[in-house]
């Protein structure tokens, strides 16, 4: 018997037939494909019951309820709160990605403890327990050298718990150095100060006005306190009108129903002109400017001199020099003045983005609300009393503390030079990098705000911070700042944490809202409010019974003692009895009135300036070679895009248009015929350079942005987070200078000299 | 068994957005990628790769400053009906029926799984709302915690796109069931998009239901389609009061007025 | 150039005709006896469920499939019981028998969920309307998931090595035939069928892929 090839292919074939008789094709066939599409590395959301639970966004200081939807023990969606006064429903895109940042790579993870040098990225983790060790034991160090004014922090609040216990702490410790956060709210705040002569915040009561006067507020625009802002847009009336100012036909600017751009930095001199107008046509409300204002007209003072009024600053406004100034056409400025004095419920809105603003501006446009009436009215202006529950008593102070306490600010705030301002974080730099050989600042602690990527100019920043021996940063996040530090007590992220949130900005009721905890910590965190109360408890005598507290949960429950347990089930809570006072009790100020000259507004020594709110176009650095940058730079805002202490995640990146960012590498806007005079088209890549910094950008022609402007959205180039954030784009803050308004000492430095060529 | 027909009553799921009222925030967008999973990439701003459910448009009129105005268009699926109802552009290509018709609903179905990725869809459908995963998605951290159970999460190789949320729809029939009730009500089936807006700009509901506000709203006066001669016949609508944002939705010609050629286009289907 | 080359060798060096036959029939019988016999005890690896339940004492104790297997107000379902639930009753140890001494231990105690084989497990891009078929058809649980709900002890899980389902969804006939052992088959096609007898239509593709 031969056996030869053929009877191996003959084995093989049968074997084949046979297989066809059987189900293993078939069924392989299937399973294969079954396994094909469930492949292990997909993954597979555990399912489980779903329930929803109410709480308050704190990615801004907006307050918006929000609604988390829950399998199990996971957070898998955020969507608007309904019912929720302060949004009602309305959420923004940076509250429903917020779940990228709790599950995020960007987290912080434990306390760290730097190893390498400083923003050098290594690090090594140590116990809770150390940590706080670690900074008590430098601040006793500092306090046992009779420095404690050397400290300072910077915090988001200083109307919530988290921000009064710093401020807690460093009044009994011995530091003046709270410093809050800069935003818009700074320069609306001083003036309803020194105007109406109260503490309080700014409310607009957009939801009720039909005449919205905007001097380039963002209000579709910014991320900030956007669920609010959109909710009180959709409630408006039909008829009702939004007028927005702005150079730039942002999206706010879209949605009015007349854009008129003023040329940036002149909004002041044009709100004085609309004043000049209906002052000049008697529209204005003459029971209020009659009975319950000072300083509209000429007075004398004390010493017999005579005292200039609102009036007579006025007549410096005529519209055709506030058309030349501010390049709007004067009968334009002669019909809005008229349209918005002749409104039903007017109402005039400030609050520029980026910066703090200048006072000047702010008490100009509150002025324009005084004249027709609309302070403390529905649809109009209304102050909006500091929460009434952090009421705690004062401390027993030791000498140490007294002492430390009465130095001047290291921002200089309410010091001879700025005597009104309250809190100037961009002032920090200037201070440090021109104080002497010891450093002025010896521990700084930032519990808000991320300061080496929001400070304008970058780089003076970064050479001040080498210059603070000793950076705690409090973040939950990698960001710039904490990257920098020495050491990172990292807070739990805000759906793992409570925290009162006060009324936002802008709002007109007072409402206090309370974030609770939705998810357990999902890494060794602590609430930065248990760290100060620990870090107090381990100083002397005097500090730690100031805080007699167990923890941040007691200090909250005692805080709002009998109104803990419904804040807690509703997570706010609206003030019911609160209504905005009357005329005849509104004004705490030496007048008793509203003053268009505010009396208790104190001039830096070397001012030239009134008291009265004369505005002029805005400084900005570099006007003096306007050759080599004959552009002017403007940071603007999106809300798709985070502008700033927290950086876009990725989910909000994925939402930005082409035009704006592509590829790494950021667009600025320009208007073609400003291309054409530079000689740049679509897409074209340029350096943009301006008085500070440059930057490697791409061009995108727009013809709704004013001639020889180039725009710039603010919020991208982070270098820190993770890999999923970082590198993206350019940073418009780096190409910033502060700009301290010489009148008060905020912030004003909206812009700068550029130039643009292309690359 | 008895035979119980539930739900039967054929639905026509639209949706109309007013344009008017879009202010270009994006919060449709993200509340699309939070609710249906879709993946994001290393650098989002790489925006070849990038997918979307829904992206929204900026549109301007390119009139020189300060004249310039501009518009934001979302665009979602636009659920076509097709020449032909149940024949959209996408499922006629489709070689895998991968790609679907709904019957009950209307809605153009898309089943991962059975897609091989050819793309023949995308190449199809005229409205760009068909997106490719040319690599497998990628959570980093623990975000693989935030995933919704409801929707599966797409694998390298498939094409996928906006589904009008579809598992809501099925969670309220389920909740109806429940109940006992046969109809659900427009409140109860919200697509996410829909739900997120926060000027209400998105009206959601079944366009057959006299009681549904998008019934109404589709038969505006200024509400229009995008590309209506291709007579693809979207269930999406738009409303705007402002011409030129009509204009850039089909490629007229300088002397078309859109409503005189929707005019035709209508007579000109009449009479086949 | 040589005349005898391969393809022209002598007859006599050649196999006969029947000896390929013979090695064809080797070959069809051994893979026949390979696919019918081996490839299913190959492609299904049996698995013991971690604790075994006795769905009858339970039923005893606790009442209807519903205590347990209940529908939440959402209309969805809860399926398998997960640890809260059982530790409801089982807190503490019941009784003296051994599984439940052993969940108690090392489930309760240790606060981890049983990790139960599901007879019934579909793929996660499958959406099953428990309530459409419960309340929606009236349909009784036993239909498709057999008489478990009467079972004293869990039977063994067989496992498919490939797909990691079970053996009940392509039912444990490999050709399909007859009535399934366990309730229903549960493949798409199964799914179809009833659907087209019961509706007159097999269904849409949306209405069970997510």
């Known amino acids: 018997m031969k056996i030869d090839r053929r009877c191996f292919l003959s084995l093989v074939i049968g074997g084949a037939v046979g297989t066809t008789l059987t189900p293993v094709p078939w069924k392989l066939t299937d399973d294969i494909a079954i396994w094909s599409q469930n492949w292990p590395w997909t993954p597979v959301p555990e399912d489980g019951p779903s329930k929803y639970e109410n709480t308050v966004c704190a990615m801004c200081q907006g307050g918006c309820g929000i609604t988390v939807r829950k399998i199990k023990q996971r957070a898998v969606k955020i969507e608007g709160m309904s019912g929720h006064p302060v949004n009602k429903g309305s959420v923004c895109p940076m509250g429903i990605s917020s779940l990228q940042y709790l599950y995020g790579p960007s987290r912080v993870k434990s306390p760290m403890k730097r190893t390498g040098k400083r923003g050098e990225g290594k690090w090594e983790k140590i116990s809770w327990d150390d940590a706080i060790a670690e900074v008590s034991d430098k601040l006793k160090e500092l306090r046992n050298q009779e420095e404690p004014h050397k400290v300072a922090c910077t915090a988001d609040s200083d109307r919530n718990t988290v921000g009064y216990l710093f401020d807690r702490f460093l009044a009994a410790y011995g530091s003046p150095n709270f410093i809050r956060t800069p935003s818009s709210e700074d320069a609306n705040e001083l003036a309803l100060y020194l105007a109406q002569g109260r503490n309080a ?139 918005f004095a002749g409104a039903g419920r007017p109402l005039a809105i400030c609050g520029r983005p980026i910066v703090q603003g200048s006072v000047d501006e702010a008490l100009a446009i509150h002025a324009l609300n005084a004249l027709v009436g609309n302070i403390n009215k529905k649809g109009g202006m209304v102050a909006i009393p500091e929460p009434d529950y952090l009421g705690w008593s004062e401390m027993q102070r030791d000498e140490t503390a007294s002492k430390g306490r009465q130095q001047p600010r290291i921002d200089g705030a309410g010091t001879d030079r700025f005597p009104n301002a309250r809190h100037l974080l961009h002032r920090l730099p200037e201070e440090i990098n021109s104080a002497g050989d010891k450093a002025p600042l010896q521990v700084l602690l930032v519990a808000g705000g991320n300061p080496l990527y929001t400070i304008p100019d970058t780089e003076a920043a970064k050479k001040a911070f080498d210059r603070i021996p000793f950076i705690v940063s409090f973040s939950p996040f990698m960001d710039e700042t904490a990257e920098y530090a020495d050491l990172i007590l990292p807070n739990h992220h805000f759906l793992e944490r409570y925290e009162d949130i006060p009324t936002p900005r802008g709002y007109a009721k007072p409402v206090t809202g309370l974030a609770r905890p939705v998810v357990d910590p999902q890494h060794d965190t602590m609430h930065t409010g248990d760290a100060v109360i620990s870090i107090a408890k381990n100083m002397d005598e005097f500090i730690r019974e100031a805080f007699p507290w167990d923890d941040y949960r007691d200090f909250l429950e005692q805080t709002f003692s009998d109104r803990w347990k419904s804040l807690e089930k509703e997570v706010y809570s609206v ?185 | 068994m008895a035979k119980k027909a539930q739900h039967t009553a054929t639905k026509r799921y639209g949706m109309v957005i007013d344009l008017d009222k879009c202010t270009g925030c994006g919060a449709c967008m993200v509340a699309c990628y939070s609710e249906n999973n879709v993946p994001f990439r290393e650098d989002e701003s790489d925006k070849m790769l990038s997918l979307n459910w829904i992206q929204v448009f900026k549109v301007d009129n ?55 990725g050819c793309r023949y869809c995308m190449a199809a459908c005229p409205y760009h709302a068909r997106q490719f995963n040319w690599w497998d998605p990628v959570w980093p951290a623990e975000m693989k915690q935030y995933l919704n159970p409801d929707v599966s999460v797409r694998m390298r190789g498939v094409i996928e796109k906006c589904s009008f949320c579809y598992h809501r729809y099925q969670k309220a029939r389920n909740k109806a069931y429940m109940e006992g009730r046969d109809e659900i009500p427009e409140d109860e089936y919200q697509t996410a998009c829909a739900e997120a807006c926060p000027v209400n700009a998105i009206t959601f509901g079944d366009l057959l239901n006299d009681e549904h506000e998008v019934h109404k709203l589709s038969k505006g006066k200024n509400a229009f389609r995008l590309l209506e001669r291709l007579n693809t016949n979207p269930k999406v609508y738009y409303t705007t009061t402002k011409d030129w944002v009509r204009r850039i939705t089909d490629n007229y010609l300088e002397n078309e007025t859109p409503g005189d050629v929707e005019k035709a286009r209508k007579a000109q289907k009449a009479s086949h | 150039m040589s005349k005898h080359d391969n393809q022209t060798a002598p007859a006599e060096t050649r196999a006969s005709g029947w000896v390929i036959f013979v090695f064809f029939l080797i070959g069809l019988v051994l893979s026949m006896l390979s696919g019918w016999i081996a490839f299913p005890n190959l492609l299904y690896s049996t698995k013991e469920q971690p604790i075994d339940f006795s769905h009858q004492v339970h039923k005893e104790q606790v009442g209807d499939c519903d205590s347990c297997h209940y529908f939440r107000d959402d209309g969805s379902f809860s399926g398998a019981p997960g640890l809260d639930e059982c530790s409801g009753c089982h807190s503490y140890q019941m009784s003296d028998d051994p599984d439940e001494e052993k969940f108690v231990n090392e489930y309760v105690g240790e606060d981890k969920e049983v990790p139960w084989h599901i007879y019934a497990e579909q793929p996660h891009n499958v959406f099953f309307s428990h309530a459409a078929h419960v309340k929606g058809a009236g349909m009784q649980c036993s239909t498709c998931h057999g008489d478990i709900g009467e079972s004293d002890s869990l039977r063994e899980y067989q496992e498919n090595r490939i797909s990691g389902y079970s053996r009940d969804i392509w039912g444990n006939s490999m050709l399909r035939l007859g009535e399934a052992e366990h309730g229903r088959r549960h493949k798409m096609n199964d799914c179809a069928q009833c659907h087209l007898e019961e509706t007159g239509s097999k269904g849409e593709c949306f209405q069970c892929h997510k």
């Open chain 1, 201 to 339: 915040t700014v409310g607009w009561d957009i939801e009720n006005a039909d005449f919205i006067l905007s001097f380039g507020v963002p209000l579709m625009d910014s991320p900030d306190s956007a669920g609010r802002m959109f909710s009180a847009y959709s409630a408006l009336d039909e008829k009702a009108e939004l007028v927005q100012i702005e150079p730039r036909l942002s999206d706010t600017a879209a949605q009015s129903k007349r854009w008129i751009p003023a040329k940036p930095g002149t909004e002041g001199v044009l709100a004085l002109g609309l004043a000049h107008v209906i002052v000049k046509d008697k529209l204005y409300d003459s029971d209020f400017v009659k009975n319950y204002s000072s300083g509209f007209e000429d007075s004398e003072d004390e010493d017999g001199n005579t005292r200039k009024g609102f009036k007579s600053l006025l007549e410096d406004y005529s519209p055709a020099s506030v058309a030349e100034t501010t390049g709007i056409d004067k009968a334009k400025i002669i019909t809005l003045a008229r349209d």
């Open chain 2, 62 to 116: 390119q009139k020189p400053f300060p004249d310039t105005e501009v518009c934001y268009i979302p665009k979602p699926c636009m659920q076509c009906d097709g020449d032909h109802v149940g024949h959209p552009p996408c499922v006629s290509v489709c070689p895998a029926v991968a790609t679907d018709y709904d019957q009950p609903t209307g809605i153009v179905s898309q089943i991962s799984p059975r897609c091989f």
């Open chain 1, 575 to 759: 003030r019911k009895d609160f209504t905005p006072a009357d005329w005849e009790d509104a004004f705490d100020t030496p007048s008793k009135k509203y003053e268009f000259y505010p009396t208790s507004r104190q001039m830096p020594p070397d001012s030239e300036r009134d008291r009265l709110p004369a505005c002029r176009p805005l400084e900005i650095p570099g006007d003096g070679d306007s050759k080599e940058l004959p552009l002017l730079f403007v940071p603007y805002v999106s809300v798709r895009i985070a502008e700033g202490a927290i950086a876009n995640p990725p989910f909000m990146t994925k939402t930005v248009d082409d035009t704006v960012i592509k590829e790494g590498e950021v667009f600025v806007e320009i208007n073609p015929e400003t291309a054409k005079e530079n000689d740049l088209s679509e897409g074209d890549s340029a350096v943009l350079k301006t008085s500070s910094a440059e930057a490697r950008v791409r061009v995108h022609l727009f013809e709704g942005i004013m001639p020889g402007l180039v725009a710039m959205p603010a919020g991208l180039g982070h270098t820190a987070f993770s890999d999923y954030i970082s590198g993206k784009g350019e940073n418009a803050y780096s190409l910033l200078e502060a700009v301290s308004d010489p009148a008060s000492g905020l912030n004003t430095g909206w812009g700068s000299r550029a130039s643009l060529s292309r690359a």
